[in-house]
């Protein structure tokens, strides 16, 4: 069973930051490549990061670059993502997700596995 757990959303004004974090079973923590996506009201979800299985690749979307960065926490097997100077534009369901038998995934089919979201909320 592949089980993925956000933590970390909540509600804060622009320019704040926010670090979330996703907890994933050991065997999905080693060997999958780990993605954030989000959901913003009225908009379909998009892709925002994504870490390597390897923790040598790792991707941002255009929206996030400068601003947000992802990581892995091998001491406390989580991945996370430190959003730096939020906007409002940032309002939205943070997802966490699972890819297999790929080193590193951009693509939302990819990902075969997601969390149930937190929601982060930017006030301006």
């Known amino acids: 069973q592949v089980q993925l757990v956000e933590s970390g959303g909540g509600l804060v004004q622009a320019g704040d930051s926010l670090t979330l974090s996703c907890a994933p079973s050991q065997r999905t923590f080693k060997t999958y490549s780990i993605g954030w996506f989000r959901r913003a009201p009225g908009k379909e979800r998009e892709f925002v990061a994504s870490i390597s299985w390897s923790d040598t690749t790792a991707y941002n979307a255009d929206s996030v670059k400068g601003r947000f960065t992802i990581s892995r926490d091998n001491a406390h097997n989580t991945v996370l993502l430190h959003m730096n100077n939020l906007e409002p534009e940032d309002t939205a369901i943070y997802y966490c997700?699972?890819?297999?038998?790929?080193?590193?995934?951009?693509?939302?089919?990819?990902?075969?596995?997601w969390g149930q979201g937190t929601q982060v909320t930017v006030s301006s």
């Open positions: 997700a699972a890819a297999p038998y790929v080193l590193v995934a951009t693509t939302e089919g990819a990902f075969q596995f």
